[in-house]
Nanobody, 127 residues
């Protein structure tokens, strides 16, 4: 089982990015998926998550209305669309799958609930 993130870049404030998280070796739809970020010197925080059947999504207050999580089952890939980026969005972004047991229509943004992680992709928002 492997997750690979991509799409990170250096952008100016107000711009947009779309991050991708491609899964291999397992079916992503069977698990809740989360997006996390870690700024330099800070703890990893949950940005967004989606339940196993995509029936539920959740966002950190700091990104509500700007970020959108989505899933393409055919591509076995999850996305994080990030709009109106701010300097405080800077960090390494990771995707991860939640550890069983989990409820099929719920997801968590707590990092300790997740056990399969990608390598991360750097997002830098700066003028």
């Amino acid at each position: 089982a492997q997750l690979v993130e991509s799409g990170g870049d250096l952008v100016q404030p107000g711009n947009s990015l779309r991050l991708s998280c491609a899964a291999s070796g397992f079916t992503l739809t069977n698990y809740p998926i989360g997006w996390f970020r870690q700024a330099s010197g800070q703890e990893r925080e949950g940005v967004s998550c989606m339940s196993a059947f995509a029936s539920t999504t959740d966002y950190a207050d700091s990104v509500k209305g700007r970020f959108t999580i989505s899933r393409d089952n055919e591509k076995n890939t999850v996305y994080l669309q990030m709009n109106d980026l701010k300097p405080e969005d800077t960090g390494v972004y990771y995707c991860a799958t939640e550890r069983p047991p989990f409820r099929p229509h719920e997801c968590s943004r707590l990092p300790f609930r997740y056990y399969t992680w990608g390598q991360g992709t750097q997002v830098t928002v700066s003028s």
